[in-house]
């Protein structure tokens, strides 16, 4: 199985910050990655997947990059919407497996 | 547009089976274009990916959950099932379902629904 491991587990940023979210695949995964967005009490929304396709919608703000083992979301720029959870999520051989999450809380 | 809705008893006993229903619309489950697929995800934890269908009725499942796990497909009804064997309360969790695009990632959610074993 492959293991998905996000960091920070947690992140405090302000409104206006970068801010950049890695995930870190235990195999080699090519760029079989998506980024999810989830709030509490919602479903997950997918914000990226081919490690940097940014899905129709959603903000240019938005980004997404690595291959390999190694990727990474960034936010440009926070705005007050974005302070959610954030999952990465692989597929490999027939299986996939999601990251911890990774949460983005106000300063 | 497409819409997912779960489906299913909110309450399972202990080494009962569970079973959900996720229905499609705005879509076919018959597309060759997509597999649908269920995850998983306990109250504070991690997402867990439970398993997928095609429309062939192909499956693959989470290594972990494979012997306790079956997802099949109803085509007359535009729908697809999750059957989960022998719970335990490591089984309660909010339960989606998921379309899952080209490029195997999931592309339109379900609301979900918890499901709690509790006797």
């Known amino acids: 199985d492959i293991q998905m491991t996000q960091s920070p587990s947690t992140l405090s940023a302000s409104v206006g910050d970068r801010v950049t979210i890695t995930c870190r695949a235990s195999q080699y995964i090519s760029t079989w990655l998506a980024w999810y967005q989830q709030k509490p009490g919602k479903a997950p929304k997918l914000l990226i997947y081919k490690a940097s396709t940014l899905e129709s919608g959603v903000p240019s703000r938005f980004s997404g990059s690595g291959s390999g083992t190694d990727f990474t979301l960034t936010i440009s720029s926070l705005q007050p919407d974005d302070f959610a959870t954030y999952h990465c999520q692989q597929y490999n051989s027939y299986s996939y497996s999601f990251g911890q999450g990774t949460k983005l809380e106000i300063k | 547009q497409v819409q997912l809705q779960e489906s299913g008893p909110g309450l399972v006993k202990p080494s009962q089976t569970l079973s959900l229903t996720c229905t499609v619309s705005?879509?076919?489950?018959?597309?060759?274009?997509?597999?649908w697929s269920w995850v998983r995800q306990p109250a504070g934890k991690a997402l867990e990916w439970i398993g997928r269908i095609y429309s062939r009725g192909t499956t693959n499942y989470n290594p972990s959950l494979k012997s306790r796990v079956s997802i099949s497909l109803d085509t007359s009804e535009n729908r697809f099932s999750l059957r989960v064997n022998s719970v335990t309360a490591a089984d309660t969790a909010v339960y989606y379902c998921a379309r899952v695009n080209y490029y195997f990632h999931m592309d339109v959610w379900g609301n979900g629904t918890t499901v709690i074993v509790s006797s």
């Open positions: 705005g879509d076919s489950v018959s597309s060759s274009t997509y597999y």
